[in-house]
């Protein structure tokens, strides 16, 4: 099924396809694991994961956009030590790299979550979700400023014991001076990009839909923002892109390597089609040929590449 | 649960902007449990985006056919509502826990208490209480008289009352109002009670039955994303720990017992 021609090598992470299912998107696997076997991903990226249980927001957590959709489900998880004795632990069974995406609001949260976490045997890498408000620094998010950015992902580098990839918010003026700062900071690599920040009114109500009023905008939607901010990063940085935002098909897939990604996620296209990885992943081998070129890694940045 | 492509057999307004659409394929033969739903992609492409979940108001087993009742409310059901026969719809499901009837005893009185577009999976409900030799009472309640459907149907099963909020069909007011002895609906009348409705209608039958030891499921509906149960987008606070945990209404539901949900 699977063939070396689609292999990649993320940050010395060994991958047999370059198709992951995007942190938040995929829980921690288990409600899909019921539609197929987890071994066909390169890798699965799980749910945000915070130091104590999150419940969330309210409800609508959720409110659909052309082409996309608004979310704001308030990093509900059920904490570090559950998500290791139950979900990574039944992760166990499955011979395909996990990367934990880990979440809070100091610094503090963060590297207690990435030193359990990162210790975990089959844990491959971390991704550190910087999009979240810093209450220390008055609420602002982590990830719009390079040098809080980069302090965060020096603290936690000095703990884990894999690869760390910076999940970088598009909800910046500069996405490229926060790129080179985590590269500088130590991280092994970066995922491009995470929600963009939006909103809809009820017109009837006059009111948000979304009971936390914003929420982060995924899908197809944002797909054209995703590819400019890989194709402006990857030129200035010299580590490895999970490119991700709209993935739905093989085709985006090429688009977001020809960009400049390594390896893509998946994110809104699983709630559309919960085949949707596994689809994607059956189609890329006719794109390489398409494309007339042999491995897909030939793929990586040929967009401007000269 | 899978997915796959069922075909349109027909597809007809049965009220005031709602559809009933017949569906047929291999699909339909998991569908034995009443109170699940399906999670439909309306059209082709990316816009709408997301599938719709609507819950399954009957099945014929035999002929691998399914029925929705729907209202064509938004941007997806309207266009659902064009799908024309043999036309081919692309459904994930059935998916969550339905109304609990294994345990029903010959002889029981069941009350069904549905309101609007929630009326519809009682009719599979009904007929698989009525096979179990289970009495049944419906209590239905709508807006209007323009917007009742599916009387008929029930009142094969059993007796229906229905109520509409300007009286012009029915009893005038809401499915409440008749759960009293005068209609024979007191609480020493029946065994059990199912709901699906509008959230008011949950909550009123929640609240009038919570003191009570009466046995009662409620469906609930939420705006959701995956439908099985990843994206925690649709959930509800759960009664045993208060506001400390969330049920999942897509996969831990639609369907939950009364008490162990909180509707706030």
Same mark, same amino acid.
Not at chain 1, 105 to 126: C, F, G, M, P, Q
Not at chain 1, 127 to 144: H, R
Not at chain 1, 262 to 267: N, S, Y
């Given at each position: 099924m699977t063939s070396s021609r689609l292999a990649v090598n993320l940050a010395g992470i060994e991958m047999k396809n370059p198709v992951m299912p995007a942190s938040g998107c995929f829980g921690f696997g288990r409600e899909y694991s019921r539609f197929y076997d987890l071994n066909r991903l390169g890798a699965i990226a799980v749910k945000a994961t915070t130091v104590e249980e999150r419940l969330g927001n309210p409800t609508p957590r959720v409110a659909e956009t052309p082409g996309g959709m608004l979310n704001a489900i308030g990093l509900q998880n059920p904490g570090v030590e559950k998500v290791v004795a139950e979900e990574l632990t039944w992760l166990e069974q499955f011979d395909t790299?996990?990367?934990?995406?880990?979440?809070?609001?100091?610094?503090?949260?963060?590297?207690?979550?990435?030193?359990?976490?990162?210790?975990?045997?089959?844990?491959?890498?971390?991704?550190?979700?910087?999009?979240?408000?810093?209450?220390?620094?008055?609420?602002?998010?982590?990830?719009?400023?390079p040098v809080i950015a980069g302090e965060l992902t020096k603290e936690i580098k000095k703990v884990s014991d894999v690869p760390v990839f910076v999940k970088l918010s598009p909800n910046v003026t500069d996405v490229v001076s926060i790129a080179k700062a985590v590269e500088e900071a130590g991280a092994d690599g970066l995922s491009m990009i995470n929600t963009l920040l939006g909103m809809r009114i009820d017109l009837r109500t006059r009111k948000p839909i979304l009971a936390n009023q914003v929420g982060g905008l995924s899908g197809p939607a944002i797909k054209p923002v995703a590819i400019r901010m890989i194709w402006q990063v990857s030129q200035q940085v010299n580590i490895p892109i999970i490119g991700m935002g709209g993935v739905h098909s093989a085709e985006d897939v090429i688009e977001y390597f020809l960009a400049g990604a390594?390896?893509?996620?998946?994110?809104t296209a699983n709630f559309v089609d919960p085949y949707a990885c596994p689809t994607i992943i059956d189609e890329l081998e006719g794109w390489l040929d398409?494309?007339?070129?042999?491995?897909?890694?030939?793929?990586?940045?040929?967009?401007?590449k000269s | 649960m899978d997915k796959g492509l069922l075909t349109v057999i027909s597809n007809e307004p049965v009220a005031d902007r709602v559809f009933r659409i017949r569906l047929q394929g291999d699909l339909v033969k998991l569908m034995d449990s009443p109170g699940q739903f399906l999670h439909v992609k309306c059209g082709p492409g990316i816009d709408p985006l997301l599938r719709r979940p609507i819950s399954i108001c009957d099945v014929d087993l035999e002929t691998a056919t399914l029925d929705m009742i729907y209202r064509a409310e938004g941007s997806g059901t309207r266009i659902l509502s064009e799908s024309v026969p043999g036309a081919e719809i692309d459904?994930?499901?059935?998916?969550?826990?339905?109304?609990?009837?294994?345990?029903? *005893?010959?002889?029981?009185?069941?009350?069904?208490?549905?309101?609007?577009?929630g009326v519809p999976p009682l009719l599979y409900l009904a007929k698989r209480l009525v096979k179990q030799g289970v009495k049944v009472t419906s209590v239905i309640g709508f807006g209007t008289t323009e917007q009742v459907?599916?009387?008929?149907?029930?009142?094969?099963l059993g007796e229906v009352y229905v109520t509409t909020i300007d009286g012009s069909r029915g009893h005038k007011g809401l499915v409440t109002d008749l759960l009293n002895e005068q209609y024979g609906l007191g609480n020493a009348s029946w065994d059990v009670l199912y709901s699906c409705g509008p959230f008011p209608m949950l909550k009123a039958l929640q609240d009038r039955y919570a003191d009570s030891d009466k046995e009662g499921y409620l469906s609930l509906e939420q705006r959701m994303g995956c439908g099985v149960g990843a994206c925690l987008a649709c959930v509800c606070p759960a009664s045993?720990?208060?506001? *400390?945990?969330?049920?999942k209404i897509c996969s831990d539901g639609p369907v939950f017992e009364m008490r162990k949900v909180v509707l706030s």
């Open positions: 790299p996990i990367i934990v995406n880990i979440a809070g609001t100091t610094t503090e949260d963060y590297v207690e979550v990435a030193d359990r976490i990162s210790k975990v045997k089959n844990v491959a890498a971390l991704e550190l979700n910087i999009s979240c408000p810093n209450v220390k620094c008055g609420g602002i998010t982590f990830g719009t400023d390594t390896a893509v996620a998946v994110g398409k494309m007339g070129v042999q491995s897909i890694t030939e793929l990586i940045g040929a967009g401007w | 459904i994930l499901g059935p998916l969550g826990h339905g109304f609990p009837v294994g345990h029903r *005893k010959e002889g029981e009185h069941a009350l069904l208490i549905g309101g609007g577009v459907f599916l009387v008929e149907e029930l009142g094969q045993e720990e208060s506001a *400390k945990s969330y049920q």
